[in-house]
């Protein structure tokens, strides 16, 4: 399993409520996770790297910046220059994914678009209007549908086959929805805002049509969630706050106290593994909220990003701190740190040896 870790700063933003934050060091390492050496590095001259995909054949890196996308060959140890490069935004590059055989990805810009790239010529394929700032895009599991959230409080379901936005989610007003996460079976849809909110759905699928039941919301945290994010194997969800925490929620069936959505019957499923939970957050808070798994709290500033192992035993974290940290989940306890960037490492990717290279 190795570990590609970035720093960088997330760009000025026009939003009044999130500050600029510092300097940034334009670079991306490689980590050997359980060694801890930094085995590559990659100079990223022309701007911050704001996220950071892997294809899911493992091929590729794709470094999103300032309104252009490079992909790296993650394999070769020698060419640290990009293999191609995207160009087409205007705006800082909030979000990207590819499709499960990589033949295509989609990207989300504060420039107020999605983005369907072909990878293989670099050519914009379609273009989505937001209207307004777009914070992150995820695909859903079925390839069919595109799933994106923005500054002004909206989620929206984008249906490639019939080529328009079929849902629009307004969870909490305008308050700014900052990231969103769709489980790899489709079942669920989670996301996080600006107030340190978390909204579930239920993802229906009949036929062709989607269907969205609201499962619960909860305070997750006192300020802003920046991440969400769905472990692989639907047991757990991450959440990463400007609050200086991530924290793992137990993803349980309201509707059966104790049982897990997905298919199998999680270890931790059991009410005496759960945490009390913290005084700040238990106003008002409904009996159809996650249960608090774990409080990952070693961090210093804020939380930005996470990324789950392929058996979701394991969650890596970015942090101000210019720290990334891999923590075992079933001890809570930090397995590994990774410090060798300058400033804040704000994008993580997990290279997870253990799927097929």
Known sequence: MSVILCTGKFPPTKSPERPPKPGYDHSIRFWEALSGICSRTIQHPESQVNRL??????????????EDVKLYDIRSTTNSNPLLTFKGHTGNITGVAFHIESKWMVTSSEDGTLKIWDTRAGTIQRNYNHHSPVNDVVIHPNQGELISCDRAGNVRIWDLSENKCT??????????????????????????????MVYVWRMLQHHDTTSL??????QAHSTYVNRVLLSPDVHHLATCSADHNARIWAVIDPSSTGSATGSETPQS?????FLPIPPELRKERPSTAFPLEANLGAHQRWVWDCAFSADSAYLVTSCSDHYARLWELSSQSIIRQYNGHHRGCVCVALNDYSEAR
Do not use: Y
């Open 53 to 66: 995909c892997i294809s899911p054949d493992k091929r590729w890196l794709a470094a999103a910046g300032h």
């Open 167 to 196: 849902h629009k989610l307004q969870p909490d007003d305008e308050t700014p929805v900052a990231s969103v996460t769709v489980a790899t079976d489709g079942s669920l849809l989670c996301a996080g805002n600006n107030a340190g």
């Open 213 to 218: 039941i609201p499962v619960t919301s909860f």
């Open 269 to 273: 499923s059991t009410q005496s593994t």
